[in-house]
């Protein structure tokens, strides 16, 4: 039987190896990039894309999914900023439910809206609990889910958060500053939350060099998600991956 992606991904947790997403806004395409960060995306073995972004202004979701699936046969992973960015060409969608917040709509409202599309989709969905963290800056997904994020400095906070919502019955944690984060997710939180959660943990938002994906991987990130940094060089993509893939082939033990 083909192995789903969430198998592989809590199998890939069980054994210690760190998996790299890629972020790709379809907003945000740049026909002239978009080449070089599928190339380089292919080249260096990244192990999903995440698609998505906090708006959908381009209709283009389609169209990157049509290419992605084209070039490649790295799985792709819907991470929907709102209920229009569903599309039945990807492999899978991040069911999000944003338990950082007191937002009924974003913790619930929106999901009972999508169920019944989703319910008869071909898509594999995850359910993950999102948690914006503060990233010092005023991000997108803080003003368009109109949330208070959670104080970077508030590990136990943190930590009770993704252990409430792994007893919820979701299946991933996702930490994250927000796209284009000033600060990214603290090393300090990342240690708190993996020690007292046993489902994959997902960081993202303001990571922009491959020693920082490391130290996140070290401090007990599964998954890491870049996407601001690639878009300004897709040339990291070769050196985050290897970063992030290093700690699989050398050590899994926490440093
Ligand atoms: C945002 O975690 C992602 O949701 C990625 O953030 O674009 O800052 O890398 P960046």
Known sequence: MEQTIYTQLSEAKKFGQKKFAVLIDPDKVRLAKWQGVLENAIEAGVDYFFIGGSLVVNDMLDYVLKSLKE???????????????????????????????????????????????????????????????????????????????????????????AIAGEMLGLKMIYMDAGSGAKIPVPTSMIEVVSGGISIPLIVGGGIKTPEKALENVRAGADLIVVGNAIEKDPGLISEMAAAIHSYSATSHQKV
């Open 71 to 161: 070039k490649c046969h790295i799985p792709m992973i819907l991470f929907p900023g709102n209920s229009f960015q569903l599309s039945y060409k990807a492999d899978a969608i991040l069911f999000l439910s944003l338990i950082s917040g007191r937002n009924a709509d974003l913790l619930i409202g929106k999901h009972v809206i999508t169920a019944p599309f989703l319910k008869v989709s071909p898509l594999e969905i995850i359910s993950t609990g999102y948690m914006l963290i503060d990233g010092g800056v005023l991000t997108s997904v803080q003003y368009m889910s109109n949330t208070n994020p959670i104080p970077n400095t508030k590990d136990d906070i943190a930590l009770c958060t």
